[in-house]
């Protein structure tokens, strides 16, 4: 998403720079791999609390640092690899390194992708087998294979391209077997649940399966059915989450933009600029966004200011008023122009 915004912005110096960062970060033991780290590369985010502070409005614990750093999040490994792929559609030079490093981490991946994980949302409770993080994986060998084909000198790294894609074959008949609930018509958050996530929305914006598919289709109207709050979404349902954490949650904005970045896709223009309107008319008087918004309380909540909304509502505009949206680009496995 930050590769997004940056390359369809014409940042392209930053987005150089981002690209090169991450590829510094991730280098090395591919079971050392975090899902964050800090902004000079920094490893070590221990999280520890501070009893002595009462917190915003009474809201505890006060909390340094990030537990969640040292989690086990297959999604990482999609995310990387679409961010190399995009970097790579837009024009960018591929990185030496990028297709070395890979090569190292993709099958450490093959190893794991079938197991269970913290999923994207960082779950304090036992990992589970998260529909979003096993389409993430698959977005992984996807985007390698085609990487990897493109780079190709020898029939090695063709015969590894062809490898990559039936891995990617084989997770795709995996989510699709385990993470469709025929009853609901609809993908669910783990498999064998009955509830959704938004995160479900990546099915379609990654290209794992297309718009008009109707299993799509279900997705999006079970999100909409179950998870929308005064015409935001939720992330998941509060109250039978599995997150592993106490209390109730505003609706989280950026999962919003993703909705509307899914109703272009899907045809439906109409909806997804009411949408982006309404986000739009949440931005505080310098045009900032938090984290989430509680539409009970008619307040902002969570991490101010929050770049995971604002990189939604960059990607999104771009969607709405391109002519070639982004969203659509990001759905190919090829690289035409490249």
């Known amino acids: 998403m930050t590769l997004l915004a940056f390359m ?3 940042y392209f110096e ?38 002595w502070l009462s917190g915003y409005e009474n809201s505890l614990p006060v909390r340094v640092g990030n537990g969640a750093a040292t989690q086990v999040q297959l999604d990482v490994y999609g995310e990387v690899a679409d961010a190399m792929i995009q970097a790579l559609r837009g024009g960018m030079p591929q990185h030496p390194r ?48 085609t990487q990897i084909a493109k780079a190709a ?22 989510v699709c077997r385990n993470g469709f609930d025929a009853d609901l018509g609809s993908f669910v958050q783990t498999y064998g649940s009955k509830e959704v996530d938004a995160s479900l929305l990546q099915i379609v914006l990654t290209g794992f399966l297309a718009p008009e598919d109707p299993r799509v289709t279900g997705t999006v109207a079970q999100i909409e059915r179950t998870l929308m709050q005064d015409g935001l979404l939720l992330r998941y349902d509060n109250e039978r989450s599995v997150d592993g954490v106490a209390g109730r949650e505003g609706t989280f904005l950026v999962c919003s933009f993703w909705l509307a970045d899914a109703y272009v896709l899907l045809g439906r223009a109409d909806d997804a600029a009411r949408l982006f309107e309404r986000l739009c008319d949440l931005c505080n008087d310098v045009g900032l966004l938090a984290e989430q918004y509680d539409p009970k309380d008619g307040r902002m909540l969570g991490n101010f200011p929050q770049a995971f909304s604002h990189i939604g509502i960059i990607n999104t505009a771009l969607n709405l008023h391109r002519a070639v949206c982004p969203a659509l680009a990001r759905t190919s496995s090829e690289l035409e122009g490249a």
């Open 8 to 10: 369809n912005l014409g």
């Open 14 to 51: 930053e987005a150089t720079a981002w690209r090169d960062w991450l590829l510094r970060s991730v280098a090395g033991n591919p079971e050392q791999i975090q899902i964050m780290y800090g902004v000079g590369g920094e490893r070590r985010l221990q999280e520890y609390e501070l009893p």
């Open 153 to 174: 000198e020898n029939d090695e790294d063709h015969a590894l391209a062809s490898h990559y894609r039936r891995v990617a074959d084989e997770i795709h008949a995996d």
């Open 98 to 145: 990028s297709v070395a490093i890979s090569k190292v981490v993709m099958p450490y991946l093959e190893k794991i992708w079938h197991l269970p994980d913290a999923g994207i949302w960082e779950i304090r409770s036992e990992p589970r087998h998260f529909t979003h993080s096993k389409v993430m994986a698959w977005v992984a060998f996807d985007r390698n294979a």
